[in-house]
């Protein structure tokens, strides 16, 4: 059984429960220096690149491609679906195995499956008020970050400069109305945390209310796979069979 197959099962004691509304799970991998202008160029995503991909990385799996999305919609997938952007220096995962509580249990084969120069992880969920990010550059681990509102669960690695206003407490957590904050509560929220590193590294928020001009999750596109078992991956259904076509002598006699 491969690395990801033990770490897609259900009930794992590392990864959080599938993300969907309100919740990320990616990891990217870049070779661009400007990564910001590449996800803004409008580039169709590579969908052999990403079906090769999707089938090196769940080789245990069969791997059915669905509709292109937008990550606006696909970036907390389902533990059997996987969406992939494949573009021009650049390619992002959208997979439930990006939800580690721990990053730096990342499996080897998702850190660096393209020989990339940098991979980055973003996940978060929102409802549990959990985020998470790290980095590795040429498969060298060098930042992760993984904490709730109370706990941090992982601080490995030197700080980042861009952290400093939200250890400095400038991003208060918004607290609904007659909530009450634990006195132990960490200066700022774990998923805006780990939504800063994604701006920081992509250029782009999943949860602030955007500037006007600025790039959305809703611009990229990404193609969707979803999972099955090995050998149980339902079969196409043929198309109906079209009634053949009438030939000319067939309509001047008048024939149906």
């Not at 978060?124 to 993984?146: I, K, L, N, Q």
């Not at 980042?160 to 909530?179: D, K, Q, S, T």
């Not at 928020?205 to 959305?216: D, K």
Request: one cysteine or more; a negative charge.
């Amino acid at each position: 059984m491969s690395e990801l197959k033990r770490v897609a099962e259900p009930n794992s004691a590392t990864a959080l429960e599938p993300p969907s509304s309100g919740k990320a799970s990616t990891l990217w991998y870049v070779d661009t220096p400007d990564p910001l202008a590449v996800l803004r160029a409008g580039h169709e995503p590579d969908q052999a690149a990403a079906l090769a991909l999707a089938r090196l990385l769940y080789a245990d799996f069969d791997v059915v491609p669905h509709p292109v999305g937008t990550l606006a919609g696909s970036a907390g997938p389902a533990a059997d679906e996987v969406f992939i952007g494949c573009l021009p220096g650049l390619t992002v995962l959208c997979a439930a195995q990006a939800a580690l509580i721990r990053p730096t249990a990342l499996p080897e084969l998702l850190v660096r499956p393209l020989a990339s120069e940098h991979t980055y992880l973003v996940s978060f969920d929102s409802a549990h008020g959990w985020g998470a990010f790290a980095h590795w550059e040429r498969g060298e681990f060098r930042r992760s970050f993984s904490s709730s509102r109370l706990h941090i669960v992982e601080d490995e690695g030197l700080p980042l400069v861009w952290e400093r206003p939200y250890w400095a407490g400038e991003h208060p957590v918004r607290w609904r109305a007659g909530e009450l904050p634990d006195p132990q509560s960490l200066p700022f929220d774990p998923p805006d945390f780990a939504d800063a590193a994604n701006n920081e590294w992509l250029g782009f928020h999943y949860r602030s209310a955007p500037a006007e001009g600025a790039l959305t999750s809703a611009d990229i596109t990404v193609c969707g796979f979803t999972l099955f078992p090995r050998g149980a991956a339902p079969v196409p259904s043929a198309p109906p069979a079209r009634p053949p076509k009438r030939g000319l002598l067939d309509r001047l006699r008048g024939r149906h």
